[in-house]
């Protein structure tokens, strides 16, 4: 039984016309969106940056700063020990709020729902989902702090 | 008339029939008019665009100061300005009403469904072009606004980071931002917007209004 359907010679040359008709009209299209988004030098990670001097800050003490634009904390553990983390809240963004002095025993607080880190940037009480997200950071020779984008 | 009817014959019954075309009589209620309402607003939008894009400059250096020169020393500046901040905030309201007049009246049912997305469609790209104008003047609450438009994008998932990077044009808001937002409000945006007007315009000549419920 022979059921396959004719094609005429009309058919057939425009589906082997519209192949390359789609990679013709295709190929620009993705040159297009490669043109549309931002070259390498715009997408670069942002630059490690000096924020303070150790002896600047005492045991438990804390240092606000701006990294890409955007507030973040650094809190001195121990003689030797720093950590660095950004003040966006991780329940949906607001800038966490850091209380004046000594952070011993101390709890930031997210103004927007009532959201909870203790000093750290662990994620205590209240709606945040997770910990403060932690920056990278080094201290040179001479007790400078260089803060730098974490590479997780 | 007849000059050009005679290089042209039968643009005279066209032009007649656009000018003198009936409508039933349900529609002589405001309601009816509400899309109409939105097309003059957005007809207003175009004309006193093009007067601000005389002297606007999208750069982070000029912007705002650009700005402030159409408000307190163009001739005439502050009310173009005030006109084209005030016609985009109705062409949304009459827009978003004229939609619930398509919605309350069922005019969106057989065989107007693809008017409805055509309108769909409409309604997003004027909010499209009430965020992208937003950021132009580069002021607090237009870069304040465009994080937080830029944030929202990108907690979609999937998509989110990607399309954040291309509404910023890099990993913040910066420049590269204000020059593509730019290029959407005064060109993409505009170009899209009409194409879609004139297909949803052309849709409702070819269906005429719909009959009283
Ligand atoms: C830029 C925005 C828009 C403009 C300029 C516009 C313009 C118009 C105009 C002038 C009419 C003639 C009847 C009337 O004025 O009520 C109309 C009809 C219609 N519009 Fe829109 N419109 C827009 C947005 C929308 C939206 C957001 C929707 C719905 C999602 C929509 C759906 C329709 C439908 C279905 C009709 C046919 C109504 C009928 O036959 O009764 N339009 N539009
Ligand atoms: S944004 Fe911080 S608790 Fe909701």
Redesign the pocket.
């Known amino acids: 039984m022979d059921n396959t359907t004719p094609v005429s010679r009309r058919k057939f040359l425009g589906a082997v016309l519209a192949i390359p008709a789609i990679g013709a009209l295709g190929t620009p299209l993705v040159a297009a969106g490669q043109f549309v988004y931002p070259p390498d030098s715009l997408l670069q990670p942002p630059k490690p940056k000096k924020i303070g001097n150790l002896k600047d800050v005492n045991v438990w003490e804390s240092i606000k700063f701006d990294f890409n634009d955007a507030p973040g904390l650094l809190v001195r553990k121990d003689e030797k020990e720093v950590v660095a983390y950004s003040l966006k809240c991780t329940h949906l963004g607001c800038t966490v709020e850091v209380p004046k002095g000594n952070l011993k025993d101390k709890q930031l607080f997210c103004p927007c729902h009532g959201g909870q880190f203790d000093p750290m940037g662990n994620n205590v009480g209240g709606p945040p989902p997770k910990p403060l997200p932690a920056f990278g950071v080094e201290i040179a020779d001479n007790g400078d702090i260089i803060i730098s984008e974490k590479l997780a | 008339m007849s000059w050009m009817e005679e290089r042209f014959p039968g643009i005279g019954h066209a032009a007649k029939e656009i000018a003198e075309h009936k409508v039933p009589s349900h529609?002589l209620n405001p309601?009816?008019?509400?899309?109409?309402?939105?097309?003059i607003?957005?007809l207003v939008q175009v004309l006193t665009g093009i007067f601000l894009a005389v002297y606007y400059k999208p750069t982070v250096a000029e912007a705002y100061a650009s700005v402030q020169m159409i408000t307190y020393e163009v001739r005439f500046g502050a009310i173009v300005r005030s006109l084209h901040h005030w016609a985009a905030n109705l062409?949304i309201v009459?827009?978003?009403l004229?939609?619930l007049?398509?919605?309350y009246?069922g005019?969106?049912k057989k065989p107007?469904e693809l008017?409805?997305?055509?309108?769909?469609?409409?309604?997003l790209?004027?909010m499209g072009l009430a965020f992208t104008g937003y950021l132009l003047p580069y002021e607090q609450l237009s870069y304040w606004a465009s994080v937080i438009g830029a944030e929202t994008a990108g907690s979609l998932p999937v998509i989110g980071p990607d399309l954040k990077i291309m509404m910023q044009g890099g990993i913040k808001v910066t420049g590269e931002m204000l020059s593509r937002f730019y290029v959407l409000h005064l060109m993409v945006l505009p170009a899209i917007?009409i194409l879609?007007?004139v297909a949803?315009?052309i849709?409702?000549r070819v269906?005429?209004?719909?009959d009283p419920m």
């Open positions: 529609t309601i009816y008019c509400l899309g109409g309402l939105t097309l607003a957005f062409m009459l827009c978003f004229h939609m007049r398509v919605y009246t005019a969106f107007r008017n409805w997305v055509a309108g769909c469609f409409l309604l790209l004027s917007t879609f007007m949803h315009f849709m409702i269906q005429g209004i719909s």
